[in-house]
């Protein structure tokens, strides 16, 4: 494994830091698991577990469909199979496919998000966040002229508890008080210099969070994303939870706030000079969002790409191999590994 010159690049992302105006940041699952969270392999194994007959069998029914020799089926997969077949079978009892009714299978979407919620906030619960609000501290007292952008995939809510943790002000998309509501013009909109928010760290979560909830509009079929405040008891909760966006066309009601974070992200890519940095990159990271930026950096140049590692150095994220397939995707001209 080609070596590492830790303090030469530690040094080098305190010089672009000191200097650069624009400076956004991209959490990966990494950032989480360094947290004590568990990782979407280890998720997806305690998920099963979690889950009884006859949802259980269910569960297995799809998983087994989509097993493949060379293939690690993560819960994100599973997921997405059981919104295909909410989607065909309109969530009829009457159709099914694999075996597996429209009733079953929104049934079996539910118990899954629920456990997942229940297995992420108690490893939140326990998890030391002393790293994220020193972060989010400095962060939070730059004077830049641009907004403080951070994107992640993760949908636990460290980040949100960090940053009210130490009272720094952060603006998600969602307005209201009562039941606070996605608002779309709110994420697409940039900011301007003399807005009073300017300052304020803007958080987007494209895969989602465990405190965002589809709610279905009175006497419409479509629904509309509220966030909810902690909830004690997440099996009484009527409100489906809003994680990991489906990859086909369903329902373009709950694709839609998904599309429009990926958009934000696409266009603060392409809005000039930055500094964009990620920690915590996964590989399933890589799969959902090298896309997007593959079109976006396509169109920039020159730039440099910082990935931090924040994972066991056992792992095949602390490998440079793993940091140069970034650069050979995007065909990066420079690609800075920090440890």
């Known amino acids: 494994m080609e070596k590492i010159n830790i303090l030469k690049e530690i040094r080098e992302l305190k010089s672009q830091l000191s200097y650069a105006k624009n400076i956004g940041f991209f959490m990966g699952a990494g950032t989480s698991c360094a947290l004590g969270l568990p990782n979407i392999a280890q998720l997806t194994v305690q998920v099963e577990k979690a889950l009884i007959e006859p949802l259980s069998d269910l569960f297995n029914i799809i998983k087994t469909d989509l097993s493949k020799p060379d293939e690690t089926i993560s819960i994100e997969d599973i997921l997405n199979q059981i919104r295909r077949i909410r989607e065909i079978t309109e969530e009829r009892a009457d159709r099914a496919f694999l075996g597996v009714t429209g009733t079953n299978a929104r049934d079996l979407d539910v118990e899954?998000?629920?456990?997942?919620?229940?297995?992420?906030t108690e490893?939140?619960?326990s998890a030391d966040l002393t790293a994220p609000k020193k972060?989010?501290?400095?962060?939070?007292?730059?004077?830049r002229d641009f907004s403080k952008e951070i994107f992640t995939t993760n949908y636990d809510l460290i980040i949100e508890k960090s940053l009210e943790a130490i009272r720094a002000p952060y603006f998600d998309g969602f307005v209201g008080s009562y039941e606070p509501f996605f608002w779309q013009e709110s994420v697409e909109t940039l900011v301007r210099r003399n807005d009073l928010t300017q300052n304020w760290i803007r958080l987007w979560k494209i895969h989602g969070s465990l405190s965002w909830f589809w709610k279905k509009r009175e006497n419409l079929k479509s629904h509309k994303v509220i966030r909810l405040g902690k909830i004690d008891k997440i099996e009484e909760e009527k409100n489906e939870i809003v994680i990991y966006p489906s990859k086909e066309k369903y329902d373009l009601s709950r694709r839609q706030p998904f599309l429009v974070y990926f958009d934000r992200l696409k266009n603060y890519l392409l809005s000039g000079e930055l500094l964009f940095i990620f920690t915590g990159y996964s590989f399933l990271d890589q799969q959902v969002i090298a896309p997007f930026l593959t079109e976006a950096i396509s169109r920039i140049r020159p730039y440099a790409v910082y990935a931090a590692?924040?994972?066991?150095?056992s792992t095949p994220y602390s490998d440079v191999r793993y940091y140069k397939t970034i650069a050979t995707e995007w065909h990066s001209s420079a690609i800075h590994p920090v440890m």
């Open 309 to 313: 590692s924040v994972c066991s150095h």
């Open 123 to 125: 490893k939140e619960a």
């Open 135 to 143: 972060f989010f501290a400095w962060l939070n007292m730059q004077n």
């Open 112 to 120: 899954i998000c629920r456990n997942i919620y229940n297995l992420i």
